[in-house]
């Protein structure tokens, strides 16, 4: 068990890396201790981990930065740039992970924390789920990836109404938008999102490392680039152990074993 197990942030199981990103301490705020271990297991992520799970542990995913830290810091500046920095290293670390990264949303996702929902591939809610940028409520601007982010989920023109009217999004209204995946009951988000992490770390890695690599592209491809990307990574996987696997299963009618 290494050192950041033993602190309770992270763990692994089952193929999924569990990252803590926020706890029931200074009501849910975001816990960097949980964020600097998740960056340091991210960046060592073995092959024993096929999907990534971020949670909080407390009556909210993350209820964003704890601004009481910040109206106490000497030198305010400083300590949000400190912050920050922490955190921009988590998010490049979850953004350069080839494998699925998943949320699970009970109660407020708020300032970074939403930033994270925007950064996970798959994130599940409940009916009571709400997400807030949060930023103008205390005069700041977003960090963690959302001015990133949510335009490439929303759309320009509508992550500038959410982020400059400080909107608060229901759960319908996050699934509508693209923010939440789905809804599942407020009682099984964390068991549902555990439950699909599994799902996912059982499956075929290489193919999701592909898939992640080709929508990354997408966003900047022309698309005749993007049918040469496609085309490559097609015929590369199809001698691959995983493509052949795959392949063999389908026509032997069985279940494919991808381990």
Same mark, same amino acid.
């Given at each position: ?54 949670? /909080? ?44 990264? #998943?949320?699970? #949303? ?18 599940? /809610? ?93 966003? $900047?491809?022309?698309? $005749? ?14 001698? /691959? ?17 991808? $381990?």
């Amino acid at each position: 068990m290494t050192s950041t197990e033993q602190a309770g942030y992270v763990s692994t199981a089952d193929g999924v890396l569990q990252i803590t990103i926020a706890t029931a301490a200074n009501g849910t705020s975001m816990d960097f201790g949980g964020i600097v271990a998740g960056t340091a297991a991210l960046r060592s992520l073995g092959s024993d981990v096929g999907a990534v799970l971020l949670t /909080g542990t407390g009556a909210n995913f993350c209820a964003g930065g704890n601004v009481r830290g910040f109206a106490a810091a000497t030198d305010r500046a400083a300590h949000i740039y400190s912050l920050a920095t922490d955190l921009h290293h988590f998010v490049r670390a979850l953004d350069a992970t080839t494998v699925p990264v #998943v949320v699970g #949303v009970h109660g407020w996702a708020a300032g970074a924390g939403m930033s994270l929902v925007c950064a996970a591939d798959i994130a599940l /809610g409940g009916p009571s789920t709400k997400l807030r940028p949060a930023y103008p409520g205390i005069g700041l601007s977003p960090d963690g990836g959302m001015s990133w982010t949510l335009p490439r989920i929303v759309g320009l023109s509508r992550a500038r109404e959410i982020l400059l009217t400080d909107a608060v999004l229901d759960a319908d209204e996050a699934v509508r938008l693209g923010i939440l995946s789905r809804l599942v009951a407020d009682d099984e988000v964390q068991a549902e999102a555990l439950k699909l992490a599994q799902t996912l770390a059982a499956g075929p890695r290489s193919t999701y490392a592909s898939i992640k690599t080709l929508l990354a592209q997408s966003t $900047s491809s022309a698309l $005749s680039d993007q049918l040469d990307r496609e085309r490559d990574a097609i015929a590369a996987a199809a001698n /691959g152990a995983t493509g052949r696997e795959g392949v063999d299963a389908f026509v032997a009618k069985r279940k494919p074993d991808y $381990s």
